[in-house]
């Protein structure tokens, strides 16, 4: 089945930059989406179409895609920016239309 | 804003089936402008797609659940449901239901074709698989 696999763990300190990498064989075809999810809380898209903003997303969220690897920033770490960051995307076959990344959990120190 | 609650048992016994309902408020259901989905999260573990299904009851599953799954939609109460069918101890986890935008695109081969993805979730429910 089709893999899109993620860094387990980015630390990051208040003020620096956080850059969450997500690879996988058909994101040269297939556009990306990141989600931020809180504890105990629902996912929240926060960039989509590789590098769209939804509304009410902060500027500091920014996503890049280059070949088979697509790249969520955050620019200027914010404490509440603390959260696990999952990528998703589908399969160039169109076997599984929504794929999702093995999650990335940033840590700001 | 459009709001999704899930709402069903937190408890199922092992081979029973799971049922849970999603209720979609500050919206049509019928719109004809999305489609609606059912995600899951195992404690502790990242997000599994499940299956969604369109306004006219036009369904798709993830292949590794499509023998179990079962997504129907009742237009007339703005809601869309899951069952689950013959489950496990592997199926307890946190049961989110989303909204997908269709949304269509030209990709870089002159294609088209929609983007997948999910720009509102419900706030999830437990379920528990236990005897």
């Known amino acids: 089945s089709y893999e899109l696999t993620q860094p387990p763990s980015v630390s990051v300190s208040p003020g620096q930059t956080a850059r969450i990498t997500c690879s996988g064989d058909?994101?040269?075809?297939?556009?990306a989406y990141w989600y931020q999810q809180k504890p105990g809380q629902a996912p929240v898209l926060v960039i989509y179409k590789d590098s769209e903003r939804p509304s009410g997303i902060p500027e500091r969220f920014s996503g890049s895609s280059s070949g088979t690897t697509v790249t969520l920033t955050i620019s200027g770490v914010q404490a509440e920016d603390e959260a696990d960051y999952y990528c998703?995307?589908?399969?160039?076959?169109?076997?599984?239309?929504?794929?999702f990344g093995t999650g990335t959990k940033v840590t700001v120190l | 804003q459009v709001q999704l609650q899930e709402s069903g048992p937190g408890l199922v016994k092992p081979s029973q089936t799971l049922s849970l309902t999603c209720t979609v408020s500050g919206g049509s259901i019928s719109s004809g402008s999305y489609y609606w989905s059912w995600i899951r999260q195992p404690a502790g573990k990242g997000l599994e797609w499940i299956g969604r299904i369109y306004t006219s009851g036009s369904t798709n599953y993830n292949p590794s659940l499509k023998s179990r799954v079962t997504i129907s939609v009742d237009t007339s109460k703005n809601q869309f449901s899951l069952k689950l069918s013959s489950v496990t101890a592997a199926d307890t986890a946190v049961y989110y239901c989303?909204?997908?935008?269709?949304?269509?695109?030209?990709?870089?081969?002159?294609?088209?074709?929609?983007?997948?993805?999910?720009?509102?979730w419900g706030q999830g429910t437990l379920v528990t698989v236990s005897s």
């Open positions: 058909a994101l040269p075809k297939q556009y």
């Open positions: 998703q995307s589908a399969d160039s076959s169109g076997t599984s239309l929504y794929v």
């Open positions: 989303a909204r997908d935008p269709i949304d269509p695109y030209y990709d870089s081969s002159g294609y088209y074709t929609y983007s997948n993805y999910f720009d509102y």
